[in-house]
């Protein structure tokens, strides 16, 4: 088991920054795979950003991309998505997720663990 606690939410004018933490706590953290999803009010849940085990292999949505930064740091259990350049488009609740394979899934349902979700609100 892998519980996920986020943090780092809040609300921040257009053009501002945010970095989102996931805490992770349980077994073998350091091998998952991790996600991190966003859903705003009456859409799906959507992918944002992953980071494989070593945090060598990282991808992005095509709306984030170069905006966006995911990194992860193993000893403590972390990982992070550092938001710059933020827009009232991303408004959404952020969620991060491990998935039992390092490989990467742009699909909410290959992740098996979640967190509660951290609200990002991004104001014009």
């Known amino acids: 088991q892998v519980q996920l606690v986020e943090s780092g939410g809040g609300l921040v004018q257009t053009g501002g920054s945010l970095r989102l933490s996931c805490a992770a706590s349980?077994?073998?953290?350091?091998?998952?795979?991790m996600g991190w999803f966003r859903q705003a009010p009456g859409k799906e849940r959507e992918f944002v950003s992953f980071?494989?085990?070593?945090?060598?292999?990282?991808r992005y949505a095509d709306s984030v991309k170069g905006r966006f930064t995911i990194s992860r740091d193993n000893a403590a259990n972390t990982v992070y998505l550092q938001m710059n350049s933020l827009k009232p488009e991303d408004t959404a609740v952020y969620y991060c997720a491990a998935r039992d394979y390092s490989s990467i899934s742009y699909y909410a349902s290959a992740y098996e663990y979640w967190g509660q979700g951290t609200q990002v609100t991004v104001s014009s």
């Open positions: 980071i494989n085990w070593s945090g060598g292999i990282t």
């Open positions: 349980g077994r073998t953290y350091r091998s998952y795979g």
